[in-house]
Every structure is written in structure tokens, then in C-alpha cells.
């Protein structure tokens, strides 16, 4: 479950499950990462085609999870704690 943050970005001590609706002035903190090669090519995935928007091309993004940090969420076991 994600924590909720205010405009000025800090947690207000709420969280939320997924798929359910923010309220006005809470905002949720994702990830995003962009691969870009040598050539110029972004990596892309598909998504599956019985999830929502199936077919439907996306850059990899995820939602920060409880008291995850942001590099943890982009770099997974590449970088110490």
C-alpha cells in the first residue's frame, strides 16, 4: 500500500490501497524509469491484453509502496540500503 502525500510532497500519514481514488489534495508518489540505448531507442513493454488498455504500449513506472524509498523503487537490489 502506498503512502499519500500532500502538494508539498510530504507523507500525510495515510495510506491507500490500490485502485482505490485519492481525495482532493492527496497525491500518491510513483517511479518512472526511461531506458534510452546508444541508438536513440526507448524500451517500452506491452501490456497484456486482458489487463486494462491490453495492446497498449508503457514506459515502466510503479508506485512508491509504505516507507519505500524512491532509489529502492527504481533500482531495485542494485544498490545498498
Not at 489534495?25 to 534510452?36: H, T
Amino acid at each position: 500500500m502506498p503512502d499519500i502525500y500532500d502538494v508539498n510532497r510530504v507523507r500525510i500519514g495515510k495510506v491507500i490501497e490500490r485502485g482505490k481514488a485519492l481525495l482532493d489534495g492527496e497525491f500518491q508518489l510513483a517511479a518512472c524509469i526511461v531506458v534510452l540505448n546508444s541508438n536513440r531507442e526507448f524500451l517500452v513493454t506491452q501490456r497484456h491484453p486482458k489487463k486494462q488498455m491490453g495492446l497498449y504500449w508503457e514506459i515502466l513506472v510503479g508506485a512508491v509502496e509504505l516507507n519505500e524509498k524512491i532509489k529502492k523503487r527504481l533500482y531495485g537490489n542494485y544498490i545498498k540500503n
